[in-house]
Antibody, heavy 121, light 108 residues
Framework: EEHLLESGGGLVQPGGSLRLSCAAS????????INWVRQAPGKGLEWVSS????????YYADSVKGRFSISRDDSKNTVYLHMNTLRAEDTAVYHC??????????????WGQGTRVTVSS | EIVMTQSPATLSVSPGERATLSCTAS??????LAWYQQKPGQAPRLLIY???TRATGIPARFSGSGSGTEFTLTITSLQSEDFAVYYC??????????FGQGTKVEIK
């Protein structure tokens, strides 16, 4: 069974940094894109970042570009989201998802349960 | 950026009835559209991809239709476990992937 497990969330002050991890199991990790999607309290889903299988290409939402960085370690079946200069509006549950599909067209399946990030003084 | 608009925001339905949820894209996304279900305190779950293909393990009472800019998720004979929030997402033109704002299906 395919499974994703996030960790690394917590309470951080504005301007601070945090590193989230997404550990995968149950599939050939290295060939799949992995995404981060967040959900602010009581709000909808917002795509944050993606990394291609092999890690050659990365993508970011405008709201996090220049502050967040995504990377992967295929030897550990893990993707990381490095978050810097955090703002109150980054407060959310962060889910990692596997990009399923082919070519350029990927939907998210499965989703991890998420890790909560709270940015507050 | 493609904007996804879902309607209605809230749908009140009695158990056993049919629910019809709509999703409109600001530009054509072909059939590159997915539907997700999210229950309180849980992660979203994939229901439908490619506009009309049910994901593994999804009951046949869930069906998706549409292409281009207009899409529909239909749930026939609503069960108690189907009361949740439903999101559509386009993956035709990305980045960014974009989601609708969600439709909450509640018990009438």
């Amino acid at each position: 069974e395919e499974h994703l497990l996030e960790s690394g969330g917590g309470l951080v002050q504005p301007g601070g940094s945090l590193r989230l991890s997404c550990a995968a199991s149950g599939f050939t990790f290295s060939i799949y894109a992995i995404n981060w999607v967040r959900q602010a309290p009581g709000k909808g889903l917002e795509w944050v970042s993606s990394i291609s299988g092999g890690g050659h290409t990365t993508y970011y939402a405008d709201s996090v570009k220049g502050r967040f960085s995504i990377s992967r370690d295929d030897s550990k079946n893990t993707v990381y989201l490095h978050m810097n200069t955090l703002r109150a509006e980054d407060t959310a549950v962060y889910h990692c998802t596997k990009g399923s599909g082919s070519g350029w067209y990927f939907w998210s399946d499965p989703w991890g349960q998420g890790t909560r990030v709270t940015v507050s003084s | 950026e493609i904007v996804m608009t879902q309607s209605p925001a809230t749908l009140s339905v009695s158990p056993g009835e049919r629910a019809t949820l709509s999703c409109t894209a600001s530009l054509s996304v072909s059939s590159n559209l997915a539907w997700y279900q999210q229950k309180p305190g849980q992660a979203p779950r994939l229901l439908i991809y490619a506009a009309s293909t049910r994901a593994t393990g999804i009951p046949a009472r869930f069906s998706g239709s549409g292409s281009g800019t207009e899409f529909t998720l239909t749930i026939t004979s609503l069960q108690s476990e189907d009361f949740a929030v439903y999101y559509c997402q386009q993956y035709n033109n990305w980045p960014p992937y974009t989601f609708g704002q969600g439709t909450k299906v509640e018990i009438k």
